[in-house]
T-cell receptor, first 117, second 115 residues
Framework: DAKTTQPPSMDCAEGRAANLPCNHS???????VYWYRQIHSQGPQYIIH???NNETNEMASLIITEDRKSSTLILPHATLRDTAVYYC??????????????????FGKGTKLSVKP | DVKVTQSSRYLVKRTGEKVFLECVQD?????MFWYRQDPGLGLRLIYF???????EKGDIPEGYSVSREKKERFSLILESASTNQTSMYLC??????????????FGPGTRLTVL
C-alpha cells in the first residue's frame, strides 16, 4: 500500500496557485518525498523531490513540514495544461539498489487536479 | 531529452496468446521497470531490472516474465494472455543509484486488450 494520503480531487482556477496536500505521517528518516504527475493518456512525469528542506524548480515548489509528516506541492500559476493526476510518493532516496527493491516508487491513487478557465 | 519508447500504443490479443511488450530507452540507464495501471488501483510494479540479464519481481509478477538481454531494452512477456491482463502497461527507466536520488522516466504506455 502507498504510504501517502492525498485528496482524490481538487479544482483550481487558471492563473491561480494550485496547492496540493499530501500526508505521509509514517515517513522514515531516509525517505524522500517525490511528486509525479500524469496527464491523460501519457506516462507519469517527474516534478520535484525533497528530503526536509523546501525545494523549488521551474515546474513547482515543494513545502515539507518541519516534522516531515506532510507536504504541499505548489504550482504557482496553474494553466489548463496542468490538469492531471498528481502523485505524492515517499521512498528511500535513489531508485533500485543492487539486488534489491529498496527505493522503488509506489504510486497511490493521487489527486486529480482540474484547472478551470 | 530522455526518451523511453514502447513498441505499441494499442494492442489487441486473444486469450491464450503469447504477448511481447517491448521497451527501449536511449539514456544508458541501468534500471528499467514495468508497471501496469488500472482504474482505481493506480500503478503497480510488475518487474524491474537493475542490470542486463538481472531481474527482480515487483508487487504483481504472476502471469508475467521479463527479458533484459541488452541494456537499452526491457521486454515484458505474457506467456498466455488472459482477460484480467487487459490494462495499460507502462515502462520506465532510471539511473542506478549509489544512494543518491534519481527519477524515473516513463514511456507513453501500451493499452493492451485481451479478448
Amino acid at each position: 500500500d502507498a504510504k501517502t494520503t492525498q485528496p482524490p480531487s481538487m479544482d483550481c482556477a487558471e492563473g491561480r496557485a494550485a496547492n496540493l496536500p499530501c500526508n505521509h505521517s509514517t515517513i522514515s528518516g531516509n525517505e524522500y518525498v517525490y511528486w509525479y504527475r500524469q496527464i491523460h493518456s501519457q506516462g507519469p512525469q517527474y516534478i520535484i523531490h525533497g528530503l526536509k528542506n523546501n525545494e523549488t524548480n521551474e515546474m513547482a515548489s515543494l513545502i515539507i513540514t518541519e516534522d516531515r509528516k506532510s507536504s504541499t506541492l505548489i504550482l504557482p500559476h496553474a494553466t489548463l495544461r496542468d490538469t492531471a493526476v498528481y502523485y505524492c510518493i515517499v521512498s528511500p532516496r535513489g531508485g533500485v539498489n543492487y539486488g534489491g527493491s529498496q527505493g522503488n516508487l509506489i504510486f497511490g491513487k493521487g489527486t486529480k487536479l482540474s484547472v478551470k478557465p | 531529452d530522455v526518451k523511453v519508447t514502447q513498441s505499441s500504443r494499442y494492442l489487441v490479443k486473444r486469450t491464450g496468446e503469447k504477448v511481447f511488450l517491448e521497451c527501449v530507452q536511449d539514456m544508458d540507464h541501468e534500471n528499467m521497470f514495468w508497471y501496469r495501471q488500472d482504474p482505481g488501483l493506480g500503478l503497480r510494479l510488475i518487474y524491474f531490472s537493475y542490470d542486463v540479464k538481472m531481474k527482480e519481481k515487483g508487487d504483481i509478477p504472476e502471469g508475467y516474465s521479463v527479458s533484459r538481454e541488452k541494456k537499452e531494452r526491457f521486454s515484458l512477456i505474457l506467456e498466455s494472455a488472459s482477460t484480467n491482463q487487459t490494462s495499460m502497461y507502462l515502462c520506465a527507466s532510471s539511473l542506478r543509484t549509489s544512494g543518491y536520488y534519481n527519477e524515473q522516466f516513463f514511456g507513453p504506455g501500451t493499452r493492451l486488450t485481451v479478448l
